[in-house]
């Protein structure tokens, strides 16, 4: 009896496929939000030793690159390697208006976090707005007062 065509198995079966084919998919994955004023970007970096991480901005690009090894022997034979390993990056475009000199970064549970501060010139401020006791001294300025 004739196996029955299922589009969908012969595509779960073609992904999987390519996704022990090509390591490092989907990468670095990012949640980025803004918490009041600064925004705040988690990436994931599951089983990175802290010290390889690498975080610089340059021309207003963020540019963060981290190491994952391998903990296996070289004479260990693989029966499915699906974890990826080697050197990964990841970079973001910022905007202006950010207060690049004062990034901060922490990596806890895999983790890595950068809080990215608005910048003073960039933060909503109020206007005061100046009025007198009618609208001819408004239009003509304030009064000068000369000591006699």
Known sequence: MATRFDPFREMDEWLSTMRRQVPGVPGMP?????????????????????????????????????????????????????????????????????????IQAGYADGVLTLTIPVAEEAKPRKIEVAHAGNRAEVEQGPKETVAA
Request: proline residues 4%; glycine residues 6%; negative net charge.
């Open 30 to 102: 990012l949640d980025l939000y803004r918490d009041g004023e600064s925004y705040v970007a988690r990436i994931d970096l599951p089983g990175v030793d802290p010290s390889t991480i690498d975080i610089d901005v340059e021309d207003r690009t963020l540019t963060i690159r981290a190491e994952r090894r391998t903990e296996v022997s070289d004479s260990a034979q693989w029966l499915t390697h699906e974890r990826p390993t080697g050197t990964f990056a990841r970079q973001l475009s910022l905007g202006h208006g950010l207060a690049l000199d004062n």
